[in-house]
């Protein structure tokens, strides 16, 4: 960054975007291998795991309730499992990285979760039994 509040060079744009990515990865030990999988900014959203972290499905949405997951007010992605990595979902303290596939035109993500904003509804679970 220069002193007199000029916008920063490409290279210094470049070198900031790596550094804050790796930075992201390492809050909960996720290590990039083979494929670049993009980040997704879900913090400010709640979520739960369906299932397992091997394999489950990841439902996330502004507010999560039976009626709202019921209504469509709630997004749900498998959990995407590839062997070149070691594990699906990192959780540290303050965030937790789920690997995501929402199925639709090739797209996943790395979601970044705030850990505060889990939930953990036996109702909301069983009532997607009958469709996952």
């Known amino acids: 960054m220069t002193d007199n509040n000029e916008d920063p060079g490409p290279n210094e744009v470049v070198d900031a975007y790596f550094k804050a990515k790796a930075s992201v990865h390492k809050l909960a030990g996720y290590v990039e ?5 993009p980040l997704g900014d879900y913090r400010g959203m709640q979520w739960m795991i369906i299932g397992s972290d091997d394999g ?6 502004d507010e999560l309730s039976v ?4 209504g469509g007010e709630c997004y749900s992605a498998s959990i995407y499992t590839q062997r070149f990595l070691p594990k699906w979902v990192y959780r540290s303290p303050s965030h937790v990285l789920i690997c995501i596939d929402t199925q639709i035109d090739g797209n996943k993500f790395l979601g970044v979760f705030d850990t505060d904003k889990e939930v953990h509804d036996e109702d909301i679970k069983a009532s997607f039994g009958g469709w996952m």
């Not at 291998?33 to 999988?37: P, S």
């Not at 009626?67 to 019921?70: D, I």
């Open 33 to 37: 291998d083979w494929v670049d999988i």
């Open 56 to 61: 489950g499905t990841c439902v996330y949405g």
């Open 67 to 70: 009626k709202s997951c019921g």
